[in-house]
């Protein structure tokens, strides 16, 4: 279940309140879910009941009362927990986590895009000669057709803090184009040596090193003889890997959000914390038999979790006009 599907199901769970006269409202267009701010607080939490309250003349928690009741019945959803005035916090069970993996190896390059902007026509453009405007507008019109949105006359432009120069002879293309589309538009670009760095320090690299360890996974995988193939749903229940699942989940709506807001920064960031959980899972989940043991249904849910991690790393790359080697 993606954080999109879970905002459908809430904003279901809201019409279906109305309709049986729980709650006197009008029923929001769009309900937002994302992923809590600190662990131990579910999976996702949304506001909509602090954003009906007022509406339906009732304090936020019987609000919540009311939606928590509803949606503890969802199919995917394991638990829903009220916190502090009336937010909810969502834990999505297993299987909600399998379809997940499954969708994002089916849906493979084309994960990630999807149809909130359609029906707008959208593209920017830069200043001739700017250097970080250009890279960011060529980024952002990636992001608007990934989200949905039409080519249209590029109506607006985009500006950026611009380099003192461009960086792409010292440092290489791909380099300097996560150099340029890291920071905020707004800050300034960090183009010296240290994206050229191969050490932790460095996040393009990290980034890549992780998907190019996804692949590795694989090619071992196959070598030591793991069916990763499996119609058995994938058990996952460490904390590192439902963080990666979270992140995964999350990735089309992040995608989306960089297009409304012009702003590729986000996926870059969130591309970082997807880097960052797949190497802690990496190291805490072992994906592969040691040894004399044989493998098992654990080692292959792993494989195709580490698979998903690589597809969605590539793509993020992708949309930020960077290749993604698979050896590094």
């Not at 009008?26 to 909509?48: F, I, L, S």
């Not at 611009?162 to 010292?170: F, G, L, N, T, V």
């Not at 960089?258 to 920064?265: E, I």
């Amino acid at each position: 279940m993606t954080p999109a599907e879970l905002s459908r199901t809430v904003l279901s769970t809201v019409r279906r309140a109305v309709a049986a006269g729980e709650l006197g409202v009008e029923v929001p267009e769009r309900v937002v879910v994302q992923r809590p701010p600190r662990p131990g607080c579910g999976d996702y939490a949304t506001n909509v009941a602090l954003q009906l309250a007022g509406a339906a003349g009732r304090p936020p928690r019987q609000v919540a009362e009311i939606l928590s009741r509803r949606l503890s019945a969802e199919p995917g959803i394991a638990l829903v927990e009220i916190a502090g005035p009336g937010f909810l916090n969502i834990t999505l069970d297993a299987r909600a986590y399998a379809d997940v993996v499954r969708q994002v190896r089916a849906q493979g390059p084309e994960y990630g895009t999807g149809d909130g902007l359609a029906g707008e026509a959208g593209s920017v453009a830069a200043e001739d000669g700017a250097v970080r405007a250009q890279a960011v507008a060529e980024a952002v019109n990636r992001l608007l057709r990934a989200a949905g949105a039409a080519p249209g006359a590029a109506e607006e432009r985009v500006t950026a803090a611009e380099p003192q120069d461009d960086p792409s002879a010292r440092l290489g293309p791909d380099a300097a184009r996560w150099s340029l589309l890291r920071p905020p538009a707004e800050d300034p670009p960090r183009t010296d040596g240290t994206f050229l760095a191969q050490r932790e320090s460095n996040p393009l690299f990290r980034i890549r090193y992780a998907h190019a360890r996804t692949r590795a996974l694989l090619r071992n995988a196959h070598d030591l003889g793991v069916e990763i193939e499996s119609t058995v749903d994938d058990p996952y229940h460490h904390p590192a890997e439902t963080e990666l699942l979270g992140l995964i989940a999350d990735f089309p709506r992040v995608v989306e959000t960089a297009a409304r807001r012009r702003a590729p920064d986000r996926l870059a960031r969130h591309l970082e914390r997807l880097a960052d959980a797949f190497l802690r899972f990496h190291d805490e989940c072992p994906a592969l038999p040691k040894g004399d043991e044989k493998p098992s249904a654990v080692h292959a849910a792993r494989i195709r979790l580490a698979d998903a991690t690589g597809i969605v790393l590539a793509n993020g790359l992708h949309l930020l006009g960077i290749s993604a080697p698979d050896r590094v």
